[in-house]
């Protein structure tokens, strides 16, 4: 099976940078996305990594090391609708995606 | 843009009721899903289908069924309703390969009575 670890709850000021972080164990690891989920919505996808090292997108940025089995979401220049939870998700072999439980993140003024 | 479609959005209804949960992409993925969340917490899969005439169960246990007869509608049938099925009920397909995200509907909350 796959074990995913990711912080309950996480709160930040607006304009700040926060760093969300992922562990997870898994064999026939596939790859690792991040999600963007706001309350009573569906989540939409932020970002995929499989190779190690930093992918970038706007403010947005998404770090992986495949042999720590460590992963982190960073959000730069915090706004007030970043106020949402986080999910990690591992795709590993043939099997579907599995999420972690999600980090609520609260942006404060 | 994704283009996945849930109804109801919303449906509230009595106990013992069938219930169908419509599921339709026009992407043309071959993987689709059904997720059950409640509010504040995590996602459970509950089904899943590769392709037509497959299905599997996830990794929560649900009393409900579901059927994969056209590449682009995935229903989800509750023979019996009950207030434990009351809960947020979210679709997603995804393209065959690995690298490739799930795209999400809108959501089905359902309230049973």
């Known amino acids: 099976g796959q074990n995913i670890d990711q912080p309950t709850e996480m709160t930040a000021t607006e304009g700040a940078i926060v760093q969300i972080n992922c562990t997870y164990q898994t064999s026939g690891f596939n790859g690792l996305f991040w999600y963007q989920q706001h309350a009573g919505e569906a989540p939409t996808f932020l970002s995929y990594?499989?190779?190690?090292g930093l992918e970038e997108k706007g403010r947005f940025s998404s770090f992986l090391s495949r042999s720590k089995g460590y992963s982190y979401l960073l959000l730069k220049e915090l706004q007030m609708k970043d106020s949402a939870s986080y999910l990690c998700?591992?795709?590993?072999?043939?099997?579907?995606?599995?999420f972690g439980k999600g980090t609520r993140l609260s942006v404060i003024a | 843009e994704a283009d996945i479609y849930q109804t109801p959005r919303y449906l509230v209804i009595g106990t013992g009721k069938k219930i169908t949960l419509e599921c339709s992409q026009t992407m043309g993925h071959d993987k689709m899903y059904w997720y059950q969340q409640d509010p504040g917490m995590e996602l459970h899969l509950i089904h899943y289908s590769y392709g037509v005439n497959s299905t599997e169960k996830g990794d929560l246990s649900s009393e409900s069924t579901v059927s994969r007869i056209r590449t682009e509608h995935f229903p989800l049938t509750l023979e019996s309703a009950r207030p434990s099925h009351t809960s947020q009920y979210l679709c997603?397909?995804?393209?065959?390969?690995?690298?490739?995200?799930?795209?999400f509907g809108d959501g089905t909350r359902l309230s049973i009575l």
């Open positions: 998700a591992v795709i590993a072999g043939n099997t579907p995606l599995v």
């Open positions: 990594n499989v190779l190690d």
């Open positions: 997603a397909s995804s393209h065959h390969s690995y690298n490739q995200p799930q795209h």
